[in-house]
């Protein structure tokens, strides 16, 4: 129900014109070819390092302090760079979604805006799909079996919940909606994950969570970078506008 809820809820309700599912299908694989190829081998590798470094069923206090300081560390590096991935693709994708898609499917393709649309706001999913994924993994790595279970019940509110948003977020917003919906559905994961990692390690002198925050530097740059480029992106339009008069 949460990796293909939205095409339940396109089969099953007139929300979207079959030319909007299509577009939506279209964007929503290029947008995941992030996580597909970048993010989803960081995070079985992690994944695999966590389940051999921290045991299940003990608290951190009671474990191998230098073990216990060496995946705290892994795990900010590690969220560091995909979160810096995400800001990247972010960032750019504002300001060059339109030239991919011209790129991918012709100007026929991109008339109207709405892929262009789609792609910017999914350039935002990807942020918190890099979130999600790396802390995630983290918990499902280091969580007992009581605690699996318990997340279970929580991905089934989760699920229930993000069907109810795809709708009526899509009968608002259209195709915009189902995006908008993961984003909420991701931030639910996110916020469980976080509250989990943060009650772990409360009681050690270590911090993980400080690597989802960017770095002064690494944000101003990203922040001048993505004025510079929506500000070349506009004055590209308005001479081709001019041209065209």
């Not at 992030?34 to 960081?42: E, Q, Y």
């Not at 810096?84 to 109207?112: C, E, P, R, W």
């Not at 909606?177 to 984003?183: E, Q, R, Y």
Request: aromatic share 14%; glycine share 8%.
């Amino acid at each position: 129900m949460l990796t293909e809820g939205e095409r339940y809820v396109m089969s099953m309700s007139p929300v979207l014109s079959f030319s909007q599912q299509a577009t939506y299908d279209i964007v929503n694989n290029m947008g995941s070819l992030a996580a597909r190829f970048i993010f989803r081998p960081i995070e079985d590798s992690s994944f695999f390092y966590f389940t051999q470094t921290i045991a299940r069923e003990v608290d951190l206090k009671d474990q191998d302090k230098e073990k216990v300081k060496e995946a705290s560390q892994v795990l900010k590096n590690v969220c560091k760079g995909v979160t810096s991935i995400g800001f990247i693709g972010f960032v750019f994708g504002q300001s060059y979604a339109g030239t991919l898609l011209l790129l991918y499917g012709g100007q026929d393709f991109v008339a109207g805006g709405l892929p262009e649309l789609l792609l910017r706001w999914h350039s935002f999913a990807i942020v918190l799909l890099a979130v999600n994924g790396i802390t995630e993994g983290y918990m499902f790595a280091t969580n007992s079996s009581k605690q699996i279970d318990a997340y279970n019940y929580y991905m089934a509110m989760f699920s229930v919940t993000f069907l109810v948003l795809s709708y009526q977020l899509t009968n608002f917003l259209g195709p915009v909606g189902f995006i908008l919906a993961n984003c909420c559905n991701m931030g639910f994961r996110i916020s469980y994950s976080l509250s989990y990692i943060t009650k772990q390690y409360k009681n050690i002198e270590e911090n993980p969570l400080t690597g989802l925050v960017p770095g002064k530097i690494f944000a101003t740059v990203l922040v001048v970078a993505g004025i510079a480029c929506k500000a070349s992106d506009v004055i590209f339009t308005l001479n081709q506008t001019w041209l065209f008069i």
